[in-house]
T-cell receptor, first 110, second 115 residues
Framework: DAKTTQPPSMDCAEGRAANLPCNHS???????VYWYRQIHSQGPQYIIH?????ETNEMASLIITEDRKSSTLILPHATLRDTAVYYC???????????WGLGTSLAVNP | DGGITQSPKYLFRKEGQNVTLSCEQNLNHDAMYWYRQDPGQGLRLIYYSQIVNDFQKGDIAEGYSVSREKKESFPLTVTSAQKNPTAFYLC??????????????FGDGTRLSIL
């Protein structure tokens, strides 16, 4: 199963872009990259996912490198409500597992 | 609004007691899942269900039981055999079972503590 590596914590100023990196150097060809976030005492919230191409939705953008060994989640204009733990997960479905690491604790500061 | 509802938000269990955590979804999803989250750890899979009347053990099923009599409902029972039940329990669902291009969506969890 492919594993992911994320920095344990990051800070971002309110209104600025938050760029959260994720390393998944052992990802295989059929594995998707997923991002979730979890605000304290709540369930994980789905943000975005992608396979090869960059993706954008109303919450964030996902940039995947050409070799697919790393990705970056971009929150374009971070707000205080974006303070949460962000999880990067690689997922193929055939192993029937979402492998959750410890994530990145993002603090958005006023 | 469609979503996943877990209840209660907080639950306390006495020694030797079984307790049941509720999970209801109105997303018309076939698949449902139960996870356990302990402080400083990632989520671990307890049980999952592909369709009604089906369920399978996950990685840490010992001391837990489930049922799936209705598509919308997937209750989890924490039995007295589970010796370390204090944790944050999360229910999730997805359109189909383990489809890699379909995300799992989560409820807001139940925090279980021992009295």
């Amino acid at each position: 199963d492919a594993k992911t590596t994320q920095p344990p914590s990051m800070d971002c100023a309110e209104g600025r872009a938050a760029n959260l990196p994720c390393n998944h150097s052992t990802i295989s060809g059929n594995e998707y990259v997923y991002w979730y976030r979890q605000i304290h005492s709540q369930g994980p919230q789905y943000i975005i996912h992608g396979l090869k191409n960059n993706e954008t939705n109303e919450m964030a953008s996902l940039i995947i490198t050409e070799d697919r060994k790393s990705s970056t989640l971009i929150l374009p204009h971070a707000t205080l409500r974006d303070t949460a733990v962000y999880y990067c997960i690689v997922y193929a479905g055939n192993n029937r597992k979402l492998i959750w690491g410890l994530g990145t604790s993002l603090a958005v500061n006023p | 609004d469609g979503g996943i509802t877990q209840s209660p938000k907080y639950l306390f269990r006495k020694e030797g007691q079984n307790v049941t955590l509720s999970c209801e979804q109105n997303l018309n999803h076939d698949a449902m899942y139960w996870y356990r989250q302990d402080p400083g750890q990632g989520l671990r899979l307890i049980y999952y269900s592909q369709i009604v009347n089906d369920f399978q053990k996950g990685d840490i099923a010992e001391g837990y039981s489930v049922s799936r009599e209705k598509k919308e409902s997937f209750p989890l029972t924490v039995t007295s055999a589970q010796k370390n039940p204090t944790a944050f329990y999360l229910c999730a669902s997805s359109i189909r079972f383990w489809q890699p291009n379909q995300p799992q969506h989560f409820g807001d969890g139940t925090r279980l503590s021992i009295l």
